[in-house]
């Protein structure tokens, strides 16, 4: 059986997700980046990061925890 993907992380800017997927994989969860910026108006749109839909609890609480991602 296939197991469907959700996501757990977006932001305007992709070296966001970069970091959001490189501290999933760490931790042992795979996860990919689904770029959804329009190609010819790049301020349009969100690059969000998908994991399984059974690791989605454990990537928000892993990258709510993350220095990279807190906000100040």
Request: hydrophobic share 45%.
């Amino acid at each position: 059986m296939e197991e469907s993907w959700a996501k757990a992380f977006q932001s305007e800017q992709m070296i966001q997700a970069e970091l959001a997927r490189e501290v999933l994989d760490q931790s042992g969860i795979a996860a990919v980046i689904v770029n959804k910026k329009d190609s010819s108006y790049p301020i349009f749109g969100m690059c969000e990061v998908h994991v399984l839909a059974s690791d989605l609890a454990q990537a928000q609480t892993i990258l709510a925890d993350a220095e990279a991602f807190r906000q100040s």
